[in-house]
């Protein structure tokens, strides 16, 4: 099992202050660009964040943070060769307005390596096509039904294209509807 936690912080106008390691968050938001510590510090979480709902979802999640609230959920972060359950604490920091996010692995489910075109990033996505994938529970979205990516993989047939689709990361509606009540239960209401 990886033991690493992630952890990145945030002042209190949302810049990334300071990182370790592991930088899958971002990846997961990023729709599949790559990230490396250097390149994020000192920059505004929201610039990493492309999809509108899950821009909304971070933006609650801080004001809960700031306003004395604590956050713990759970999300896929899957590799090809590797599912992965994480869990995300965040807690205010001892600065003002400061808010940090600690990421560390539940479990591990070691797999034949998927090959995911584009998933982490490919080579040639055809950037008129676009595939809908949930940034939280790793789930791709085929035709309106949410499916794991074995699954999605043969019904879509990304292996059969000479290029594949850009992937666009979202938030899928089992999981808004997780976080929204993880978001209420946050404020203590
Ligand atoms: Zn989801």
Partial sequence: MTNDTI???????????????????FAIANNGREVTASS?????????????TTR??????????????????????????????????IVATAEKGGVEFRSVTVEE?????????????????????????CGWC???????TWMEIEDALPRLRLLERASPPTVTHGICEDCL????EELEFATGA
Wanted: glycine share 6%; proline share 7%; charged share 30%.
């Fill in 56 to 89: 909304h979802i971070y933006r609650q999640m801080l004001a809960r943070i700031r306003a004395g609230g604590n956050l713990r959920y759970r999300y896929r972060c899957d590799s090809p060769d590797c599912r992965r359950l994480m869990e995300m604490q």
């Fill in 138 to 144: 790793n789930r791709l979205d085929v035709d309106g």
């Fill in 109 to 133: 489910h070691p797999r034949t390596p998927m090959v995911v075109p584009q998933a982490d990033g490919a080579l040639d996505p055809d950037p008129e096509e676009l595939q809908r994938a």
């Fill in 177 to 180: 509807a997780r976080m929204t």
């Fill in 7 to 25: 952890v990145y912080r945030v002042d209190a106008d949302d810049r990334i202050v300071s990182v370790s390691s592991a930088w899958d968050p």
């Fill in 40 to 52: 994020v510090l000192g920059k505004n979480l929201f610039e990493f964040i492309g999809d509108r």
